[in-house]
């Protein structure tokens, strides 16, 4: 990490944590009783909205896997009486954003909308949730659009391994999904599974708000109640049950004709809500969540066998992951593989050093700071604070918990979640050297 780097990484966490660049957020509750965190902020003539109900793919039926996304992404192809290429002309015409999606765990969507074109854009998103239209021939274009790329995901060796790796490590849990079995069923939904779906999930006992700019509470509040308030209040979906993982080393090795395989390693991490998350989030930093970090420098610096090599934590409702990403070419994939092993079993036996944990104190801290671009990107930071049940003032709290994080912490971190009894390697291409366990 570069002095000039961490200079601007202050800079930047001095400006967001001081008075002139603080988040405060006000919590709101409407007269039909819709709970939103508000953030105003009047300096942009625009408001960023961020929310989502509960229930995702996970919990989607087994027989209409991929339901919960193509019916996320046709609610904005057309709504009330406007059929697609009207609805979208509407939204450029008031220089709306509105899109939708789904994750595991819930669907989620977003709006963004000038000041002047507030109601109008309020007015658009009710449509789309209360309205939408789910024609037969747009249902024909995103279904292909949708099949269309899985055909792709299935040649890049990327998407393959980080498949694999989901439907190996989650496998019998709603988290590991079979992409044949998605293929499939995507072929076979109609309308009417559309909009089942969405009556099962556009619910406002499901629903969390966040909303950013230039809105006061009191506008708000009228703007959800418009915008939310006629979904229908009933009792939330089941939870999905917790994941289990299953401690066994494996390598699996998926064979493609090319070049260079894609290596995707991966172990049970720590929970967003557990005590160690920053430990293990200063951890992975220090493992390859850099150029300064580890496995960066064993890998690629010192043996050039690959050109990026990366750790992160995946952190879900039910389950987190610690996932090593890599690709080498063939010939020197089983040596990639031994050095980050290697890497492993080091620091988890050594634990780390002081210099290491400060700056990967300083970039963890400054690297919210540097996400903070936009009223759509505070919108969503807030959002996520909602979902993972923290408080208001988290923000103000965050550095100093981060802070807080000793080596003793990271040590034992490192301990729990660093064992090699416990670690799957996905191999996608055509590697020399490794075993097939299955």
């Not at 603080?22 to 105003?40: D, H, M, R």
């Not at 249902?139 to 498949?163: C, K, M, T, Y």
């Not at 010192?302 to 090593?324: D, E, P, T």
């Not at 912490?409 to 301990?415: M, T, Y």
Request: net charge positive; no cysteine; glycine share 8%.
């Amino acid at each position: 990490m570069t002095r000039r780097f961490l200079i601007l990484v202050g800079v930047l966490i001095a400006f967001v944590t001081g008075p002139a660049g603080a988040v405060e957020i006000q919590e709101i509750t409407t007269p039909l009783g819709i709970k939103a965190w508000l953030v105003q902020d009047k300096t942009a003539p625009l408001v960023a909205l961020s929310f989502s109900f509960a229930g995702g793919t996970a919990s989607e039926p087994e027989s209409r896997k991929g339901v919960t996304q193509l019916m996320a992404l046709m609610l904005t192809d057309g709504a009330g009486t406007l059929p697609a290429e009207a609805f979208r002309l509407r939204q450029e015409d008031a220089a709306v954003s509105l899109g939708f999606g789904a994750s595991a765990d819930r669907l989620v969507g977003s709006l963004q909308v000038l000041t002047a074109n507030r109601d109008k854009g309020f007015d658009l998103l009710r449509l789309a949730l209360t309205a939408p239209r789910f024609d037969a021939d747009m249902l024909e274009q995103r279904r292909s659009q949708a099949i269309a790329g899985l055909n792709q995901a299935e040649q890049r060796p990327r998407s393959v391994a980080e498949r694999t790796m989901m439907t190996t490590l989650f496998a019998g849990h709603p988290y590991g999904r079979d992409f044949q079995d998605l293929r499939a069923s995507l072929k076979t939904i109609v309308a009417s599974d559309l909009k089942d779906r969405a009556a099962q999930l556009l619910r406002r006992d499901g629903l969390i708000v966040a909303a950013v700019g230039d809105i006061d509470a009191a506008e708000l509040a009228r703007a959800l109640d418009h915008t939310f308030g006629a979904l229908p209040v009933g009792t939330p979906a089941p939870a999905i049950a917790d994941w289990v993982p299953t401690a066994r080393p494996r390598i699996i090795v998926v064979d493609r004709p090319v070049p260079q395989s894609a290596v995707v390693m991966a172990m049970p991490g720590v929970l967003r809500r557990d005590p160690d998350w920053y430990a293990a989030q200063l951890l992975s930093y220090i493992l390859g969540g850099g150029q300064q970090s580890r496995l960066f420098d064993e890998v690629r610096e010192k043996r050039g066998l690959a050109y990026s090599v990366s750790s992160n934590l995946r952190s879900a409702a039910k389950a987190s992951l610690l996932v090593i990403s890599t690709g080498s070419a063939n010939d020197h994939v089983a040596e990639a593989i031994r050095v980050i092993r290697r890497e492993i079993a080091r620091l988890r036996r050594d634990g780390v050093g002081d210099q290491e944990l400060a700056d990967a104190k300083t970039y963890l801290t400054g690297a919210l700071a540097l996400s903070l671009d936009s009223s759509a990107a505070v919108a969503s930071l807030v959002h996520s604070l909602q979902i993972d049940g923290l408080p208001r003032d988290f923000l103000d709290r965050r550095a100093g918990l981060i802070a807080a994080v000793t080596k003793a912490d990271v040590d034992r971190v490192a301990r729990r979640v660093l064992r090699d009894d416990a670690i799957s390697t996905i191999v996608v291409g055509k590697p020399v050297g490794l075993a097939v366990d299955r």
